[in-house]
Structures are given as structure tokens and as C-alpha cells.
């Protein structure tokens, strides 16, 4: 039996334990929400099992399609044991479809396909609002290698071809995601989590927000939406 040890972080929505094998930590979903930088904060009911249920079951699906995870397994309902990663200070983002930060950078209008989809990298500074970087940026910063971005990027586009289809066929579009990279024993592996509180998800028919920005708009039906998608990808959170 694995157990937590000390409280190694605590971040908006999630605490990270060590254990007694210094290979692997303990992820806690919390119901703890925020957005804006943490400006808006929340807490919903069920989110933390949501959450990790949901991140478990689309850590599982893209480990099959052949990309790296630190998933291990789910511990109890808000818990999952993870490889520890050396992680990259880096956000990578994919849009399939504008909304968010791009429209606001570039003035471009909500819902507009993104054909090819777009790459963004964001430097992870909540002091600085996670500002865009480009590649040079990173280099010569010095806050990843040439090698660990190429990947990376190559990692998170392998992601839409696995997760478009996936939401597809829930009916649901994937708009946008962010995800998080780390190091183990040389390798490159993706971690943090993946849930609707990073990406965004609307309904294919009628296009209704279903992930986290019906929190950072006030729309309501926060956690209920989350579990619609849940169950239409055929999770079960009972
Ligand atoms: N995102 C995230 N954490 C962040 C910033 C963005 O998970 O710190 C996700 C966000 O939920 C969306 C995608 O990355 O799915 C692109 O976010 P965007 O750049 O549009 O920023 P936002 O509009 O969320 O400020």
C-alpha cells in the first residue's frame, strides 16, 4: 500500500506528496477552482474525484496510443500515484478552434477554426501571468534543451490526433488543451493532469462551453458539465 509521506506542493486545484519510493508522488485532486491567476477562486463539490477520474481514464487512453504518462494508477477516489518528473517550466498549448488568450492577443473572433491547429508555449510565472515564449526564448534562457522542446511539441500534436477523435465521437469538440512535460531517467513524459479544468470542450451540435470556462464566465453548471462529458466518454464517477 502507497502512501503519502510529506506534502511536497500545493497548487491551486492539486497537492503532491512524496512516498517511500523517491521514484513516485501522490497527485490529490482538491475541490479547490481558481482562474484569472488565481484572482477567482472557488470550491465545487465532487471536483476533486471528477477530476481525477477523468484525468486517470484520458492517461490511460493516450499510454495505449504509445505516449508516455506519468500515470501509474488511481489510489482512492481523489488520489493517483504518478512518476516523479523533472518538469520543464513550460505550458504547450494546441487550438484547434480560437478562444481564450488568442482571441484576445490577435483579435480574432471566438469559434474560428484553427487550420492547421496552432503550437503556443507559455513560461510557467504566475508573477509574470505565464507569458508566451518562443523556442529561442527557451534556449537561450536555458529552460529547456532544443531536443526537449522538439519533443514536446511533436508529444502534445500525437495528443490532438488521440484526443480529437475521442471527443469526436462523445460529440464534443476539442478546442484547446494545455499539458506539462517532465524528465524521467532520460525521458521525456508528459505529467500534470489532463481534465476540463485545461482544456476547452463544446458540444459539436449546439456548441455549449463544458469545461472550465463555464467557471471563469459564470455560466454555472461547473461540475455538471464536467460530468457530462464524463459519462458521454463512458466514465463511470459513482
Ligand atoms: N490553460 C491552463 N492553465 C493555464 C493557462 C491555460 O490549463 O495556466 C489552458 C486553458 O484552460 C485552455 C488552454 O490552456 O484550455 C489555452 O488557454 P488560453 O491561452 O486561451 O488562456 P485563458 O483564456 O485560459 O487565459
Known sequence: MTTRTELLYSGKAKSVYSTDNPDYMIMLFRNDTSAFDGKKV????????????????????LEAAGIPTHFEKCLSDTESLVKRLDMLP??????NVAAGSICRRLGVEEGLTLNP???????????????????YHIDSFGWATRDQVETAKSLTFRVNDV??????????LLVD????FGMSKGQLVLGDEFSPDGCRLWDKETRKKMDKDRFRQGLGGVIESYEEVGRRLGINFD
Open 90 to 95: 513550460i505550458e504547450c498549448v494546441v487550438r
Open 42 to 61: 472557488d470550491q465545487l463539490d465532487r471536483k476533486g474525484m471528477v477530476n481525477n477520474k477523468f484525468n486517470a481514464f484520458i492517461m490511460e487512453k
Open 177 to 180: 488543451y494545455k499539458l506539462e
Open 117 to 135: 491547429p496552432t503550437f503556443e508555449m507559455f513560461l510557467k510565472d504566475d508573477a509574470l501571468g505565464d507569458p508566451m515564449v518562443n523556442e
Open 163 to 172: 484526443l480529437k477523435k475521442l471527443f469526436d465521437d462523445a460529440g464534443l
